[in-house]
């Protein structure tokens, strides 16, 4: 995973650049669902610089709007397969990454998952918090 708690504003915006430059390229050759990622990307820097992925369920409404997160998380070299035969995915998937919490699609599961995931680390006294 990218290590983004070290650093600075710069560096976070040059990383935020980065991310959308990715983004572009990918879905300009692949398809896929641009804007929803691209308004994204500050938020889910933001998630992973005050939350803990390795630890904290993160979990998005619109798993379209995962695209940072996913390149966050360990498939920045696998991004450029994103919607193809035997690539990565385009939603958040389990299967695909121990960052993705739930297989996602489109709108109005988070509130659900997130109620449930809150639920399930009370009831097992975790010390884990859903990011929604």
Request: zero cysteines; aromatic letters at 8%.
């Amino acid at each position: 995973m990218i290590d983004i708690k070290s650093k600075n504003t710069e560096e976070l915006n040059e990383l935020a650049t980065e991310i959308r430059s990715i983004i572009l390229n990918t879905v300009g050759a692949n398809g896929g669902h641009l804007t929803s990622s691209l308004g994204a990307v500050e938020i889910i820097l933001a998630m992973h610089y005050v939350f803990d992925a390795d630890n904290d369920p993160f979990i998005f409404d619109v798993s379209h709007q995962a695209y940072a997160h996913k390149i966050l998380t360990d498939r920045k070299d696998s991004f450029s397969t994103l919607r193809q035969f035997d690539g990565i995915s385009g939603f958040t998937k389990p299967s695909e990454s121990k960052y993705d919490y739930f297989v996602a699609g489109h709108s109005s599961t988070s509130i659900s998952i997130g109620v449930g995931a809150a639920k399930a680390i009370q009831m097992k006294n975790e010390d884990r918090i859903p990011v929604a």
